[in-house]
Nanobody, 127 residues
Framework: QVQLVESGGGLVEAEAGGSLRLSCAGS????????MGWFRHTPGKERDFVAA???????YYTDSVKGRFTVSRDNAKNTVYLQMNSLTPEDTAVYYC???????????????????WGQGTQVTVSS
């Protein structure tokens, strides 16, 4: 069993080149063995994959955030991070972290493949 708690969301201004760093603190055994994913959801839209990091540090991003977002993990702290730079209003969403035990390349972007989810943190980017 893994419990995940996100933090770090908030309100930023796009004109100021807004940045935020989200954190996802995990509890439970063998956290380092999980693939950790970040997803986001906007009302009226489907939940979208944002980024993921495997146990070995390999990272994956959706095209719209490449070059702006960076996912990282600190296994000693059971924490995964999402550094978000150059935020735009289109990045406004509730961001969720998720943990998956058996993620492969073909399922990396599918929320249904992940086993555990956090409660989400709101990110709002004003224009």
């Amino acid at each position: 069993q893994v419990q995940l708690v996100e933090s770090g969301g908030g309100l930023v201004e796009a004109e100021a080149g807004g940045s935020l760093r989200l954190s996802c603190a995990g509890s439970g055994r063998n956290f380092s063995n999980y693939t950790m994913g970040w997803f986001r959801h906007t009302p009226g839209k489907e939940r979208d994959f944002v980024a993921a990091i495997k146990w070995n540090g390999s990272t994956y991003y959706t095209d719209s955030v490449k070059g702006r977002f960076t996912v990282s993990r600190d296994n000693a702290k059971n924490t995964v991070y999402l550094q978000m730079n150059s935020l735009t209003p289109e990045d406004t969403a509730v961001y969720y972290c998720a943990a998956g035990r058996s993620i492969i390349m073909s399922t990396m972007t599918k929320g249904s493949a992940y086993d555990y989810w956090g409660q989400g943190t709101q990110v709002t980017v004003s224009s």
